[in-house]
């Protein structure tokens, strides 16, 4: 053997080292290869490699990802080295698709993921489009992201939250330069779409400031810990230097069919202008470099003022049209709020000298400012005297700039027609800081040590608005509320340890590392006049309800607190907080160089409710050159939020009909225990998917991948429990409201869908073409309902814990498909492109005001259920009088069309101009067909239109400039 080894060594004492750089840094993990030998390496973590080769003539071939390859060719004498040091190119096209997200193993591209992820620019994204803000962009971009505009759903109008694959806003996890991004303090109550969720503002982060968004479409539990049910948002923060971005645009909305000044009698509604919602924003970035080794500081601020929007059926009149829909009464200024906001955010690196370690840093603070109008306040409804301003007679105080009169009458007040709509103010600060070292130590250990705290308050203010019960004069003059709110705050310490072990079957990347996060929520209380009763009392007449019952008798108390969101009470106000720690396994594996596995797993321990494990299995593999097969399997969690957990307040709500007082009581309450309802516990998933990558063309991508997601005890706000619960009567009284809601784990649900993307881009010439066709067909199933034995005596009880109207919410979270078709052409500094996105069917449910002939009283169908106003097996009755139908609110499918057009004034200026939108297609309107009557204002939103995907604004003007200097 020792001959054999000393006869052997003189055949490989030739070598080949050197040092593979890019972008002037070390590239670690580039591949070496020599041909025709076929030996090869990868560098390590300087970016260092070595070759033993025979003597001979060899072709070095040098790749990475994000990097152009690069060939040279080398001859080696007998017994000689020599150094080849290699610096890559950046490659355009490869480094789009580079992704952190998904694994810790160095980057990938998107198509030899064994997961499926989307990488959009940002700049690509927004220069396009009329919307301003990075949620629409993205809704438009991603058809498996879900957003939905609210309106009319008080603090939700304010807020914008989005998700992945049609599940909860809370069930996606969101990173900022791969670090945990905090929760809003906000979350959706009764009367909102993803009721009971809270989520992340992606909004808060200014636009101008990120690079480029990585979307991972896969459980991830395992990898990142709670909420990555649905899978992972990664903000990557921009590292340019050296040059100045402005982005100025400009927009409005020219909807000439259903903006109210379209209106019979605009009289009847609040009005703005033709060209409404009209829109200014502006981005900017610039960065520096910092000392001499790399080192630099980027820069990133919005601001966007954007207007009000006003929508109602224009034809409300029933003597010339029969086919025409009464005066939207309760909703007179159905529309979106106005919002100011502004906001920036750094991004740092520094190398330290003669070290290889880098300090980084990241954060920002946010400001917004929104103003909605909450629902129609009416005084010919008279059980709303109790909520005006009366003298001692009973008689209308009338509050010019307030209150409105329709179809006025010349020189008198027809108090009749007197109606006013409350208005919301809210106000959110959001802030940010992360700071860390990373480096590298012994032999190739990457490690990352990090801490990163956020923080955000949401404040209510009511406006314009009246606490009818305050004693005179201040019923009429006081009419700015401070309503109180909430914070949230959540601190993440992280520690990262990496390692490449290139000689373990094809290479094997080893990752593990710790978490410690603390989390703090806050809910405080309004100023008492915001909440309290002030001891006025109705004086007039007795009013009755339809079955002759006493509505509303003299010497009733009137409404408490102010009008529209009342103030949260002392009794709601808490501080709770909670701690976690977690540890984590992760691992990839190139077993041989066609098959890739990737696996994790991770433990979890919350202070409150205990721990719990995930695991997670990836796996790609190579069936040609350019054609992948993938999949992967996870269990995965989501922590009750100390939202959920803690959240209490007493607010408006529709019962049967009426604008009532309803509490949302803590689930920790004594009062949740008696109905029945138990403590949270954490929601848990299973996900498995399955697809392709593939790449027929140069430039031309196709993946698809198919998914199953399956979850137990998912958080959702029950149904409203009133007087007839005997547990929950006195506490009803005792808070002077008329129901109750409760957090709860109640269902249990599987989505199914699949995700399809063609991505073609060609360059000839002057010419260059992009397409991408995208789409997402999937379908959300309720498999079980989780009702506490308490409440699984009578159909009544089971509807008010989960209803068939609740059910129809959580189906609806996500239309059945969505597809996305972006089109663009370009010559030389011209550039016309358009995009085409198609909406798919939902179905939502009202409230429901009939029964179902011969059907038992108290089941499904009954007067007592269906006709009860709750939304328990909602029917109305048909227009022609001759029987009853469900109310089903169906929004059929339906596409929107963008056109626009981009010219390169200069090297430094470009500009460009569009319509989205331009055919100014609509939703279906809110109604039950063959029931338009009986259903109109039973929605959601009580307006014209539900909040769909889609929007409700019709078409959008745009145009906006960018320099780069």
């Known amino acids: 053997m020792g001959a054999f080894i000393l006869f052997c060594s003189p055949i490989f004492a030739q070598k080949i080292t050197g040092t593979v750089t890019g972008a002037g840094k070390p590239v670690a993990g580039s591949s070496v290869q020599a041909t025709p030998s076929g030996t090869g390496t990868a560098t390590d973590g300087d970016g260092k490699y070595s070759l033993a080769l025979k003597a001979g003539i060899y072709k070095v071939t040098v790749s990475a990802i994000g990097f152009e390859k690069k060939t040279v060719n080398v001859q080696l004498a007998d017994g000689e080295s020599k150094v080849l040091d290699v610096e890559l190119n950046p490659s355009s096209e490869s480094l789009k698709e580079v992704i952190v997200v998904g694994s810790r193993g160095g980057g990938r591209t998107k198509m030899d993921s064994p997961v499926p992820v989307d990488v959009i620019s940002v700049n690509s994204v927004s220069a396009s489009t009329a919307k301003p803000d990075l949620m629409s962009q993205l809704n438009q971009a991603v058809p498996s992201f879900n957003y939905n505009k609210q309106s009319g759903g008080d603090g939700s109008d304010a807020i914008d939250f989005a998700s992945l694959r049609g599940l909860g806003f809370d069930q996606t996890l969101v990173l900022v330069n791969g670090k945990r991004r905090h929760l809003s ?569 699949l995700d399809m993307v063609l991505d073609y881009h060609k360059s000839w010439g002057k010419n260059r073409f992009t397409g991408l066709l995208a789409g997402n067909i999937q379908n959300i199933t309720i498999d079980k309902i989780n009702i506490p034995a308490a409440l699984n005596d009578t159909y009544a009880h089971q509807q008010a814990y989960f209803s068939t109207r609740e059910a129809a919410f959580l189906t609806a979270s996500a239309p059945h498909a969505k597809f996305s078709l972006g089109l663009e052409y370009g010559y030389d500094k011209f550039a016309v492109g358009t995009h085409i996105t198609y909406f798919g069917k939902l179905t939502t449910q009202g409230f429901g005001y009939n029964s179902v002939p011969g059907a038992n009283p108290d089941g499904p169908g009954g007067a007592n259920t269906s006709a009860s106003g709750n939304g328990w097996d909602p029917y109305v009755e048909l227009d022609n009088g001759k029987g009853v139908v469900p109310e089903n609110f169906v929004f059929h499918g339906k596409a929107t069309t963008d056109l626009y057009v981009s010219y390169k004034i200069t090297k430094q200026i470009s500009w460009t101009a569009g319509v989205d939108n331009i055919f100014n297609v609509h939703p279906d309107l809110a109604v039950t067909e063959g029931a338009h009557q009986a259903s109109w204002g039973d929605s959601e939103s009580g307006g014209p239109f539900d909040a769909v995907q889609m929007g409700f604004n019709g078409t959008r003007i745009f145009t906006k400039l960018a320099f780069h200097f």
């Open 185 to 753: 303090a906000f979350v959706n109550q009764v009367g909102t779409r993803g009721r009971g969720n809270s989520g992340t503002d992606l909004n808060a982060i200014p636009e101008a400031a990120i690079d480029h968004v990585e979307i991972l479409r896969d459980g991830a539990s395992a990898q990142y810990g709670s909420d990555a049910i649905a899978g992972v948002i990664n903000l990557v923060l921009k590292k340019d230097v050296n040059h100045l971005n402005v982005n100025i645009g400009g927009s409005g909305y020219y909807d000439h069919k259903y903006n109210t000044l379209n209106n019979v009698d605009p009289s009847q509604y609040y009005t703005g202008s033709q060209l409404d919602g009209k829109t200014f924003t502006l981005g900017l970035d610039y960065g520096v470099l910092i000392g001499k080794n790399g080192g630099f500081i980027n820069f990133g601020g919005n601001f966007m003022s954007q207007g009000k929007t006003f929508r109602a059926v224009p034809q409300t009149n029933w003597d010339t049209n029969p086919n025409a829909l009464s005066v939207d009464a309760w909703r007179r200024a159905f529309g979106d709020g106005s919002v100011t906001s502004g906001g920036g955010m750094y991004n740092m690196e520094i190398p330290l000298a003669g070290t290889k370690t880098t300090f980084y840093s990241f954060g920002g603070y946010n400001y917004k400012h929104s103003n909605v109008y909450a629902w129609t306040r009416r005084w010919s409804s008279t059980s709303n005297h109790i909520k005006f301003p009366t003298d001692a007679n009973g008689n209308l105080i009338f509050v010019p700039g307030i209150m409105r009169v329709f179809d006025p009458s010349p020189g008198g007040l027809d108090t009749a027609n007197v109606y006013y709509n409350p208005q919301e103010d809210v106000y959110i600060k959001d802030m940010s800081n992360a700071l860390g070292l990373k480096g590298t130590i012994g032999d190739g250990w990457d490690w990352d040590l990090s801490n990163n705290i956020g923080y955000n308050d949401f404040h209510y203010w009511g406006n314009d608005t009246f606490n009818a019960s305050l004693p005179l004069p201040e019923q009429s003059t006081k009419t700015r509320f401070d309503d109180g709110g909430f914070s949230f705050l959540q601190n993440t310490a992280n520690l990262d340890v990496t390692k490449r072990f290139a000689h373990v079957a094809q290479g094997l990347t080893l990752s593990f590392g710790a978490e410690f996060r603390y989390e703090r929520y806050k809910l405080y209380a309004g100023e008492p006049d915001s909440y309290r009763n002030g001891g006025a009392l109705y004086t007039g007449p007795t009013i009755y309800n339809d079955d002759g019952s006493v509505a509303l008798a003299n010497g009733d108390a009137k409404a408490s607190g102010s009008e529209g969101y009342p103030g949260y009470q002392p009794t709601d106000a808490s501080t709770s907080h909670r701690t976690n720690e977690a540890a984590y396994i992760e691992g990839s594996l190139d077993v041989t160089k066609a098959w890739l596995v990737d696996g994790a797993a991770r433990f979890e321990h919350y202070s409150d409710f205990g721990g719990v494990s995930t695991v997670k299995l990836a796996t790609r593999y190579k069936v040609t050159d350019n054609f992948n097969l993938r999949g992967s399997f996870s269990t995965g969690f989501r922590a009750p939020s100390l939202q959920q957990m803690n959240f209490s307040n007493t607010n408006t709500n529709i019962i049967a009909g009426q604008l009532v007082y309803a509490k949302l009581v803590p689930n920790y309450s004594e009062a949740a225990r008696q109905v029945g309802i138990p403590k949270l516990t954490q929601e848990t998933s299973i996900n498995e998917s399955l697809g392709f990558t593939w790449k027929p063309a140069p430039g031309f991508n196709f993946t698809v991948d198919g998914y199953i997601i399956k979850i137990k005890n998912r958080i959702v706000i029950t149904g409203s429990f009133d007087t007839t619960v005997t547990a929950i009567k006195n506490y009803l009284i005792d808070n002077n409201v008329k129901s109750a809601n409760f957090f709860t784990n109640a269902v249990n649900t599987t989505n199914t869908g």
